[in-house]
């Protein structure tokens, strides 16, 4: 059983920062890519950013320089320090993560999801 935990969202005004974190538990033998995406009403989920256990990282043109993606992979724990925050940043957060369990088993993983609203 793996689970995925995020934290951090809540209700911030333009210009503003939020950092969110999500921590990966359970039968893990080893986490590939983790990444956040995003969904806000009406529209379809959307990729974030990205990052690979070795510390590539993928964001969407909507956020580059001003969202930064990274991990820890001791902890297996993903963060998105999120800065500059627009009101278009309004969204339900979902933690990603593809996840090789203990029974060598490789399937991908999602968080419940945090709201981050973006005041004007």
């Known amino acids: 059983q793996v689970q995925l935990v995020e934290s951090g969202g809540g209700l911030v005004q333009a210009g503003g920062s939020l950092r969110l974190s999500c921590a990966a538990s359970g039968s893990i033998f080893s986490i590939n890519v983790m990444g956040w995406y995003r969904q806000a009403p009406g529209k379809q989920r959307e990729l974030v950013a990205t990052?690979?256990?070795?510390?590539?990282?993928n964001c969407a043109d909507s956020v580059k320089g001003r969202f930064t993606i990274s991990r820890d992979n001791a902890k297996n724990t993903v963060y998105l320090q999120m800065n500059s925050l627009k009101p278009e940043d309004t969204a339900v957060y979902y933690c990603?993560?593809?996840?090789?369990?203990?029974?060598?088993?490789?399937?991908?993983?999602w968080g419940q999801g945090t709201q981050v609203t973006v005041s004007s």
């Open positions: 990052i690979t256990s070795g510390g590539s990282t």
């Open positions: 990603y993560a593809n996840i090789i369990d203990k029974s060598i088993s490789r399937r991908d993983h």
